[in-house]
């Protein structure tokens, strides 16, 4: 419940909160504090310092440029729902619930790196870009890559994420199917589907899964299979069962493995046809 003592930055910029960040091995970014907090609160971290990045308006925005969506990485949840982005927005409004959503931003998520986080889903089936920023520059990344494994990303010491760019989905039809406990409650299974829809065949297909890896997957096989022949109930079916080749899940307090496994396949099927009733 208690923190530990620790030292406060409020930075004025990016510029200073990157330098201060790379001068100070121990120091954090705090963005919505929403995972960062709660590990304090159980003193499973004990940075030096917390530099207070929330609030710089330089990372503040969601702006749609060409067929591409900017979002900067303080973006809150709440903000990302608000913004009606084809899959993402839909993303968003199912994590935690309404007081978390006001809080927590994009770039604390990618961040932080939960395997049961639920953007990850949407980012791995939208082929997402990540922007990172230090006092050297700025590198861009793709999603995939910069997840390199549960809670962690390939960020050093005075990197910070700045801006997640993805596709705007514009034609596309699109859902995101969370299996949880209650409301409120992290994924036990989490599938984003979008997919381009011409007559009745599907030109492409993206199928992002969530909770049942280290890091989320493309289940792209099963993309294939939907994108083989005309949309029927067996080519629904066949991609739904192939999508559980993705998962491999672990048995925790959500369910067991083979549970969580054939979920997949369930929530694969949901998701594709929440999306083709749109
Ligand atoms: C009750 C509860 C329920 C929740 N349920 C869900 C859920 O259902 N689904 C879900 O996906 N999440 C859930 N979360 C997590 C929530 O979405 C967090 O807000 C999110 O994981 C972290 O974002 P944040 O902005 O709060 O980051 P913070 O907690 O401030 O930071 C998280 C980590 O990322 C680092 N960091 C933050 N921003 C940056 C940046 N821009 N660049 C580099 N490093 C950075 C921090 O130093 C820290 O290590 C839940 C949290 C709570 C408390």
Sequence with gaps: MYPPKIGYVIPDNVKEAVEFLESHDDAKPLAGGHSLIPMLKLRIIRPSYLVEIRRLPELHYIRVEGNVVKIGSMSTHYDIVKANIPLLSETASKIGDPQVRNM????????????????????????????????????????????????????????????????????????????????????????????????????????????????AVRATEAEKILMSGKISEKLIEDAATKAMDYANPTSDIRGSAEYKKKMVKVMTKRAILAALSR
């Design 104 to 215: 927590g931003t994009i770039g604390g998520s990618i961040s932080h790196l939960d395997p049961a986080a639920d953007y990850p889903a949407a980012l791995i089936a939208l082929d997402a870009k990540v922007k990172i920023r230090s006092s050297r520059g700025e590198r861009v990344e793709n999603f995939s890559s910069f997840a390199k494994d549960m809670f962690t990303p390939d960020l050093n010491q005075g990197e910070i994420v700045t801006e997640i760019e993805i596709p705007l989905l514009k034609d596309y039809k699109y859902s995101y199917q969370k299996l949880e406990r209650r409301a409120g409650d992290f994924a036990i299974v989490g599938v984003a589907v979008a997919l381009k829809v011409n007559g009745d065949v599907i030109e492409d297909a993206r199928i992002g899964l969530t909770a049942v890896n280290k890091t």
